[in-house]
């Protein structure tokens, strides 16, 4: 055995005639999975993180449109001024004890990302927003329903805003059809057709 040791051919044809070819390619296999193992790593911590990143825009993004609400949606309605949850609530605590929203439905609507009060058409009127960095069906869908659930809830007029830096491909005119006010960048960006 300590000549098979000294002799680096006759351990390598030693090797080649006892192992099969599978065992001697599997170091080859098993560097190959690691380094994809990594990679893979990798690919998710980068998208965990810009998931966070996203999160932390939209949030920024939300407290923007809150502090400016009188100046971003004065072209939707006039005299506006924002609703926080603690005049909110009470009104929709008024409107499940009369029946007509639901606990859920009121859990609902508390999760819009502004609501505004003002006027629009001589009467008095709310938009519900929900705001995204990049403005896509999802926000729309959302919307459409938190708006009319608090019309139902207030009897008002309800207008439904998307808000963000950019909108989807797409998605702008299956707003502007559902008749979604959008927001880019603060400015209203095309009116939606009156219904």
């Known amino acids: 055995m300590a000549t098979v040791n000294r002799r680096a051919e006759w351990r390598a044809e030693l090797r080649r005639l006892l192992l099969t070819d599978e065992l001697l390619t599997l170091p080859e296999v098993v560097r190959g999975l690691a380094d994809q193992v990594a990679g893979l790593g990798l690919v998710a911590a980068h998208r965990r993180t810009d998931e966070r990143l996203g999160r932390l825009e939209g949030r ?7 502090e400016r609400a009188s100046s971003v949606f004065h072209r939707i309605l006039a005299r506006a001024r924002l609703v926080d949850h603690s005049e909110l609530a009470p009104l929709l605590d008024a409107a499940v004890e009369a029946g007509t929203i639901t606990e859920e439905e009121r859990a609902e609507i508390l999760l819009a990302d502004v609501v505004i009060r003002g006027r629009r058409e001589q009467r008095e009127a709310y938009a519900v927003a929900e705001v995204s960095v990049v403005v896509d069906a999802e926000p729309v869908r959302r919307v459409l329903t938190r708006a009319r659930l608090l019309e139902r809830a207030t009897g008002r ?9 950019r909108v989807a491909a797409g998605v702008a005119e299956e707003a502007r059809a559902a008749g979604v006010w959008r927001l880019l960048d603060g400015r209203a960006e ?3 057709p009156s219904a």
């Not at 920024?60 to 809150?66: A, G, N, Q």
């Not at 007029?157 to 830096?165: I, N, S």
């Open 60 to 66: 920024d993004l939300e407290r923007w449109y809150r």
């Open 190 to 192: 095309m009116e939606p």
């Open 157 to 165: 007029l309800v207008v439904p805003v998307v808000a963000g830096e």
